[in-house]
Every structure is written in C-alpha cells, then in structure tokens.
C-alpha cells in the first residue's frame, strides 16, 4: 500500500513546512516532480519500480544517505528511521 503522505524517501510529508509554503502534494502525488524540480530519489526509486527506497536491495544507500545527512536540507537521518519503521510495522495512516 502507498500512503500519500509517506515519500519515498522516507520523509514524512504530513510534518513539511513546503507542503503549504509551497502547495507541494507531495511525492507520491506529484511523481517525484515537486516544487523545486525532480527529486533524484524519488527518480531512482521509481526507475526501479518500487514505492520506497527500504524496498530496494541496495538500502540504506549511499544516495539516500546523501540526502538524509545533507547539511542545508537534511534531517539527521530521521528519514532512514521512517522507512526502516515502515517497512517493519507498515503506516500510522491519519
């Protein structure tokens, strides 16, 4: 099942201030093209046809870590603990 507040990075969009700065569906909804571009995450997973990085083979990849421990954007690996949650215990759907 897609949760369409769970990206497929592992972010939580339901907890994004650019959801409504920003009007961004999130991006399951938007195809991994939200409002600043394509994401590359988003794009890797869904070149390999799955709906979350913690369904790949290669998780936690160095991608993914790239992207969670970025200084500007990232979140201290928060994302990398969503997915592992995830794929463990499914989704709190709101």
């Not at 920003?22 to 390999?48: H, S, T, Y």
């Amino acid at each position: 099942m897609v949760h369409e507040l769970a990206a497929k990075c592992g972010i939580d969009c339901g907890e994004c201030s650019y959801k409504e700065k920003f009007n961004c569906p999130g991006c399951q909804k938007a195809n991994g093209k939200v409002f600043w571009g394509e994401c590359r995450l988003a794009k890797c997973v869904i070149d390999k046809g799955l709906n979350y990085c913690y369904e790949c083979d290669d998780f936690v990849c160095d991608l993914l870590k790239e992207f969670a421990f970025d200084k500007e954007q990232g979140d201290n690996g928060k994302r990398i603990e969503n997915l592992k949650q995830w794929k463990k215990n499914g989704f709190d759907c709101r």
